[in-house]
């Protein structure tokens, strides 16, 4: 019935909507989810202070009944919902401070050091993973693959730890965690698509490999590439946390592993929400590109 | 170029039977303390060297790597079969089951799973075997990590599934199975394998990670991860090069992974 | 218009004098949780209260005497039920609002209040509830308890007042420093006040530095590297093996405290209540094994391959560089691993194959917990399943992140045997009551008893409570004595190793005098200065 009322763009626009409401709901069920993990987890209801042997029995249980009060996740949940309309996020358990503040200061940290990091990971996947796909020497495609291993084969802790024994920002290390795991796609997708049999006859009837490449080749790659493109977003994000912990650097990464550690609630319930919203908003941006692209399903 | 890939079986294969068979091979008990010897160099003794506590760097280097490459193995092939079928059927049935199943993706992907693994590790109960202890963590990694790869697969099957020579099966009536086996899967494969070739090393990987912050496998079981963990102490490497035999030992297995499960047609 | 000219070089000069005096930098390892000095209480905030507080009576960590600070003097009454204050005139706080008996009084209407949860308000409270407080004229103050509180004094080291008129309410303050920025997760700011009352003999203002910097950084090994860049003037509390790496490039600028009052042990989960198996719990509970256990753990190994030397093997609570209150009598128990299998056998325990097995022939083994992330720990925990394995145990060792451990060790009691470690920041006996008092929730093996469990519990009791009440020095460290021996011989914890204060501070600091009591390297942060080179260097 849409499809006859609206036609195609009807259709199209109710795709987005559907996406759009989808991603609402994620968002929604990821905070819920958050909550209910903190809930869930051993010491989310006792305080490092409770292990001050200066304290009293009745001051260490009075700290006990205090982290103690958002017993029901769920509760939680709406009234931390209920004061994000109105701006409010709470305060934060771990840091004394309002979490609004918290976040608002470390969120710019960290998607300079996130986007940054990503755009140079993608620059030289797509350059090199080309490259070594166009190129058939087997050759360059060890040396290319040597790279990536080696890059794989480095724990992300110790990348930053290094990073910052070469005074390089954690930027470089957030770029050297998504480089080798976008790279092999890149590699496979150039490749496997030069290796499609119109590409070949194509090929066989003489066409310029640049104009195969640009007109057969990429279009064909551009889905899937598209879609690693959301996921790469949400890896990069999931590598600031070990990244920023260990090279202490002020980020959303480095105040998720911390709140993490101290049974933050209100802290992990934001940043879970925050994280969500992002990644939803990348995919739903990378499917709406599929859909343009003329992938229907979105 | 075929016989780098030859060699690189050939260093898999060894890699594997040298360290299943550790408990012949190895020259020591991975967790035996020669308090006097501690922190030496390799010697006819200790080949590789032995660390703060005395144990035999070889000997725990080959327990190390039998314990993450079952661990690895065990885990990408959990994740990616997951992966395969969520992913798979989201793109391949379209509609509200591929909305569902999206939503599910978006919402794995978001969640804070490393605050996931420590609250599951902390709710292991103490005294578990460290092989009890193993199994674990890799089905808990696997069950946390597949979202990733199906959103790849996901995308790759909507786009294998609209291309011309699909759609003409499709109008000719080739049923569902026969279109996924015949000609969805073998469409997959490169996707597959790349994926799977990821997720070895990044779960060997989340392993080192878990041992940075000390939640690793339990001691004295040694892993690769706990042995890289050594390496944060980097000021020592130039006077001690041997505690990056772990490192080194990674790289050859990732690198030849990579190289080993290339698709042959890659090398001609 | 020479008069403005004169008055804006002089301004020029003040400038450029109060800009020479440096900044000192080190690091924090967490956030401070609270800048209120009242709930100070972990390692961050604590040191933000130090350096910017202003206490009545103040701990000199080098002689380990007691000096008047912001009290001109004070005297003990009614049998040290009472203490009288005389304040010193004319002290003001950080924004200028002067500092009175007023601001003591109301400091303590805060401590008095059973209500409110605080660290040092309940060391003040152990005497009982209902402290009474007077002044009489604008500086005398007179407190009494309900009991006598003995080292009465040294509580007032750590007590750190706020302004009581101030509109800046805790941000008012009385000490050498101030804070003025904190960013979290980056870095606290602390200018130099100006209202400081102290002087040096030249009679200039302290303090000398201009500003501190504390860079909040969790992650050792980067202290070290920005240590060694010349970024950081002092690194507290060294890991022996970073010691042992820096002194090596760095000779001259570690120093060796000697042993700190802390210490590592192990204990065993004794608590009725405790959900594990009945027969484990009569292990844990006989003297004997703990006995056995104690004698087959090498403390020398310990501190050999762990502390690299900087330790030394622990017998009791109280670490030998407390030098009034520990009891020379006691020492660490040896190994002797016959004495162990004797110990064992006695207890009816017998071997099967290399297995110990209990009366009812179950296998010993035993889960271990520790704080996840700790190397230290992580290397005891190995050393020691290497030891009992030779007496046929196993013990299953398992790192936990702080809050789970803390949820097992203060609630659940999930726990087989845990060890920790003890931070003593107090060199008095009363400092540990909530350890040995079997009523208290810090009681480690059997926390929280209506009546003690075993009669040397409840004779521990009477002596803690003699030891706090007691005005005699000497009864007090009779009583004190015998508690210590009383553990070292039911062995309710192991102790393990004391370890040493490891510190590092840069050759362009002067002053500073490391102490093995905390503060190790600030204590004396008014006195502190930096090099002329260094703070040209810093200001290039």
Known sequence: MIKIIFGARGRFFMQVAGRALRSLLVLALAGLAGAALVRLAPGWDVDEAQVDLRLSRQSVERIGAERALSRNPLSFYMKYLSSLTRGEMGRSEVYGQAVAQLIGERFSVTARTVGAGLLIAWCAALLLGTAVALSDRPAVLVGATALTASALSIPAGLLAVFCLLARLPPLAAIAAIVFPRIFPHVYEQVRAGRARPYVLFGRGRGIPPLRMFLWYVLPLAAGPLIALAGVSVTLAFSASIPVEALADSAGLGQLAWKAALGRDLPVLVTITLLLTAITTLVNFWSDLLLLCLGDTAV | MRAIRLLAIVFLLATAAISLAADWLAPHDYAEQFRDHAGEPPSPRFPAGTDELG???????????????????????????????????????????????????????????????????????LNTSPSASISATAALIGLAGWAPAARVIRANVLSVRNSAPLLYARACGLRDYRLLAVHLLPNLKPVLRAQFWIF???????????????????????????????????????SAPWMLTPAFLLLGIVTSLHLAMAEAKTWE | MGIALGLMLAAGLLTANAAAQGELRFCLRTDPKTFDPLL????????????????????????????????????????GRRIDFLLRSGIHFSDGTPFDAEDVLATFRRISDPAFASAIADEFRSAGEGIKFSSSGRYGVSITFPQPLAGVEFLFDRLSFSSSRSAQKEKAVLGPFYVTEYKAGQHVLLRRNTYYWKKDRQSARLPYLDSIRLEIQ???????????????????????ELFERLRKDMPTSVVDAGPSLDSEFLWFNQAASAPIEEYKRAWFQSQRFRRAISAAIQRSDMVRLVYRGYGRPAGG??????????????????????????????????????????????????????NAGSKTRSQLGALLQQDLKKLGIRVNFTPLEFQSLIERITKSQKYEACLLGFTNMDLDPNGQMNVWMSSSTHHAWNPGQNTPATAWEAEIDGLMKTQATAANPRA?????????????????ILYLVHPNVLVAVSGSVRNAAPSALAPHLYWNIEHLRLTDDRRTGREH
């Open chain 2, 55 to 125: 144990r035999d760097r070889a000997s725990r280097l080959l327990h190390a790597c039998r314990t993450s490459l079952l661990l690895a193995l065990g885990t990408a092939s959990l994740a990616i079969s997951l992966a395969a079928i969520i992913g798979g059927v989201a793109g391949f049935r379209g509609g509200w089951v591929d909305s569902a199943l999206s939503s599910l993706m978006d919402l794995m992907l978001s969640l804070p799973w490393l605050f996931l693994l420590l609250t599951v590790r902390a709710l292991l109960p």
């Open chain 2, 200 to 238: 070895v090393p990044v779960f060997l990987l989340t392993e080192a990670n878990l041992g940075l912050l000390g939640l690793g496998i339990l001691e004295p079981m040694p892993s690769l991860g706990s042995m890289l963990a050594e390496l944060q102490n980097y000021d020592r490497i130039p």
């Open chain 3, 40 to 79: 100070a209480a972990e390692e961050a905030s604590e040191t933000v209260r130090y350096l910017t507080g202003g206490v009545l009576i103040r701990f000199n960590r080098k002689t380990q005497g007691l000096e008047p600070e912001l009290a001109d003097s004070w005297k003990l009454q009614d049998g």
């Open chain 3, 218 to 240: 969790s992650n050792r090994e980067n202290e070290l590297l920005r240590y060694r860049r010349g970024e950081l003037d002092f690194i507290d509390k060294l890991d022996p």
């Open chain 3, 317 to 370: 609570p109280v670490s030998p560089s407390n030098h009034v209150w520990a009891n020379a009598r006691v020492q660490p128990h040896g190994y002797d691993l016959q004495e162990a299998r004797r110990l064992l056998q006695q207890d009816g325990f017998r071997w099967e194959g290399e297995t110990l097995r209990d009366k009812q022939g179950n296998a010993v083994e035993f889960s271990l917990i520790t």
């Open chain 3, 476 to 492: 007090r460290k009779l009583a004190f004595d015998r508690v210590q021996a009383i553990v070292s011989e039911q062995a309710p």
